[in-house]
């Protein structure tokens, strides 16, 4: 009988495929360099055709690579679900789980989450894994991840949204600064405001932005920040204004500051959190309760409603 490719060397593949390097496919893969290109020049052999091009400066699929590569990747994910559906037939949260969560929900979510869980099922390994909303998804749909716990809408083909609560945006503010404690504030106050914002890529700012009804060229941003901690630390000093999610001011990210914290004077003016997975994972039922266990560790800090 003849040889067949490991699901091992197919990882590889579809890993230097993705970062089209060998050092950070490797550490992607967390085996040596010497391992996993090991790995591939087996697969190469087995099936008797050349995959990938080498050279000093970058790595090249060949046309026949690209074909394996989109093949070697559906096939993963079909082995991900295989093993889901093994997981599924168990008792709900006896297994493990692995979870994408985005930064601005992670530290305001996560403790209250897992907690409970730790307490109800000792057993039950959750692992996450926190990035940006579009690596987030890409892992998804990589096999690599079972759920999402993230800000919606965003993008994604062949899933299925579990929306669970609204995230209300809070107008930041120094304490002496003019819309500050304002019993009458609207979206249009921000216009022309200094407005302290995440840097592109982080879907909070797009989604701030889009529930304000605010363009790029309606504000001034002075700085943009990786992290909604530092960005606090920068309005406390009085460079500008942020938009912060409710979540994380009833978390105390403004606790011992010299922060104004104001709503807006419409409801409305909010993220919408929600889980999202693959369309046909077997295990959509336990990721439904995991929804449920989210919305009942947050529905009071974030004032969400059914």
């Known amino acids: 009988m003849a040889r067949q490719p490991t699901l091992k060397q197919l990882k590889y593949l579809c890993a230097v495929a993705e970062h089209q390097h060998f050092g950070r496919a490797a550490e992607a893969s967390y085996v040596s360099q010497s391992t996993l290109s090991a790995g591939i020049q087996e697969l190469e052999e087995t099936l008797s055709a050349s995959l990938i091009e080498r050279n000093n400066r970058k790595v090249l699929l060949t046309s026949l690579g690209l074909d394996v590569v989109t093949r070697a990747q559906s096939m993963l994910v079909d ?24 930064p601005t929900i992670a530290p305001f979510i996560l403790p209250q989450l897992l907690s409970s869980l730790r307490a109800e099922h000792p057993n039950f390994k959750l692992y996450i894994r926190e990035d940006l909303s579009h690596q987030l998804v890409g ?19 062949s899933v299925e949204v579990m929306s669970l609560m609204a995230d209300d945006f809070l107008l930041a503010s120094p304490c002496h600064h003019p819309l500050a404690n304002s019993a009458t504030l609207v979206t ?21 932005l889009e529930a304000c009804k605010l363009r790029d060229s309606q ?34 990210i403004t606790a011992g500051t010299d922060i104004e914290v104001t709503p807006f004077q419409k409801a409305g003016i909010a993220r919408e959190i929600g889980l999202m997975w693959r369309r046909k994972t077997p295990r959509a039922a336990e990721f439904r309760m995991l929804g449920d266990r989210v919305r009942a560790c947050t529905r009071q800090a974030v004032g969400a409603t059914d």
Not at 190 to 196: F, I, N, P
């Open 219 to 252: 504000i001034s941003v002075p700085y943009q920040a990786t992290s909604l901690a530092t960005i606090v630390q920068m309005v406390a000093n009085g460079i500008g204004v942020t938009l912060l999610p409710a979540m994380s001011v009833a978390s105390g």
């Open 139 to 157: 892992a998804l749909h990589a096999g690599e991840l079972d759920v999402l716990l993230l800000a919606l809408p965003f993008p994604a083909e």
């Open 188 to 208: 249009a106050d921000l216009e022309g405001e200094d407005l302290l914002l995440l840097e592109d890529g982080h879907c909070l700012r797009d989604h701030a």
């Open 79 to 102: 082995v991900e679900e295989l093993i889901s559906l093994c997981a599924a037939a168990g008792e709900p949260f006896s297994g493990k789980m692995r979870l994408g969560v985005i």
